[in-house]
């Protein structure tokens, strides 16, 4: 194999250099200005109902006039929310939601009578090992073939290493098993973050909006992290950040194939160090796997209306970009409540769905 001279690699790496910034420049471009108008997708992203349209047009148009000369702390009563990257606009809400969760004990029980979680164990050879006595993985913590493996298991167990054990479940079983699910018990409430963004687009446009929940002394604490103009994208990332300390775990919903790649990407293209590799719990398969005998429609709406009732006025999430847009246009924060309380119901679902998910309850 023939490698390039220094020289052609040093016009390489130029040339790179050269590439890179000439596309940076054309992405910043298109967003250089929050008060121009910005060339957003005229279509929804996924396919919209004709009457949601319309519905949705209507509510915009009466938020509009509903906020017109309103001020957005006056509607909201946030405030600027200030990091190294600048500065993004917090809202902070609290409501009289409580989280159920999976207790310590039964977290604990289910992952350690099911030895199957061990390399070489199936059904015949776990009823066997359960035979002769090795009812849990400490038990088998003194077997002479599976006991060290056992014992690693079970030590993972005891530190309630949550982000190891389902990487572990993981080789064993799919994302969606309920021992996943089941492995949130290793954890408290207070480290369960819950985590919905909304953006521009499906790739490589802004977050406008980043949303956690956590809950704290039987409440649910809200926090948004919101983009007044694109600029901000850099400090709500920031913002984010500054509110995941490294023993949280994310609950999300199609979060681990959207929510947290994209921010991983919008933190990547702004060259900001984040770790957000974490325990993660996914709401879309766990409740797939649950309720897969009750329903073929498993979209976040359609569950909390199944789960908990149906919710009030609300922008479909295709037209997010849309509401933005006219926000934009307008400077009239009306559209912007819509995306606002959108993102809070849309966490406050997940919530709910979580907790019943844990209390092991079945859809209406």
């Given amino acids: 194999m023939s490698y390039p001279e220094p020289d052609s690699n040093l016009k390489l790496d130029r040339f790179g250099d050269k590439l890179k910034t000439r596309v940076n420049q054309r992405v910043n471009a298109a967003y250089s200005d929050c008060r121009q108008r910005y060339q957003f997708a ?7 109902d004709r009457s949601e349209y319309v519905q949705a047009q209507g509510l915009k148009r009466a938020l509009i006039e509903e906020y017109r000369g309103v001020d957005l702390t006056e ?35 289910h ?5 199957k979680v061990l390399h070489g164990v199936r059904e015949k050879t ?16 003194t077997h002479d073939r599976y006991g060290e493996t056992a014992l690693r298991f079970w030590e993972l167990i005891e530190k309630r290493d949550t982000y190891k054990v389902i990487e572990w479940l993981g080789r064993r079983y799919p994302r969606s098993h309920q021992l996943a699910l089941y492995a949130s018990g290793l954890l408290t409430q207070e480290q369960l973050a819950f985590v919905d963004i909304e953006t521009l687009g499906l790739y490589a ?36 950040l500054s509110h995941v300390n490294d023993d949280c775990a994310f609950i999300t919903f199609n979060g681990r194939t959207f929510d947290v790649p994209y921010l991983e990407q919008r933190l990547a293209y702004y060259g900001l160090q984040g770790n957000l590799q974490r325990a993660h719990f996914d709401v879309l398969p766990l409740s797939r796997r649950a309720w897969r005998e009750m329903s073929t429609d498993f979209k976040l709406t359609t569950l909390e209306r199944r789960l908990i009732g149906k919710r009030k006025a609300d922008v479909p999430s295709a037209l997010i970009p849309d509401f933005y847009d006219s926000y934009i246009q307008t400077q009239n924060i009306g559209p912007l409540i819509a995306i ?7 966490l406050l679902a997940l ?14």
């Fill in 42 to 48: 005229p279509q929804p992203f996924f396919a919209v």
């Fill in 75 to 109: 509607a909201t009563r946030g405030e600027d929310f200030t990091t190294e990257q600048g500065t993004c606009y917090h809202i902070k809400t609290i409501e009289s939601t409580r989280l159920s969760t999976i207790s310590l004990q039964q977290a604990q029980d």
């Fill in 111 to 115: 992952l350690s009578t099911d030895l």
């Fill in 126 to 141: 776990e009823h066997a090992l359960k035979q002769s006595g090795y009812h849990s993985i400490k038990d088998l913590t």
């Fill in 205 to 240: 446009t802004p977050i406008i909006l980043i949303g956690m929940a956590r809950s704290v002394d039987s409440t649910i604490t809200i926090h948004q992290f919101l983009l007044r103009s694109v600029d901000e994208e850099p400090a709500a990332l920031m913002a984010l």
């Fill in 340 to 346: 606002i309380d959108h993102n809070r119901q849309d």
């Fill in 351 to 364: 919530v709910h769905i979580f907790s019943k998910l844990c209390a092991g309850e079945q859809l209406q």
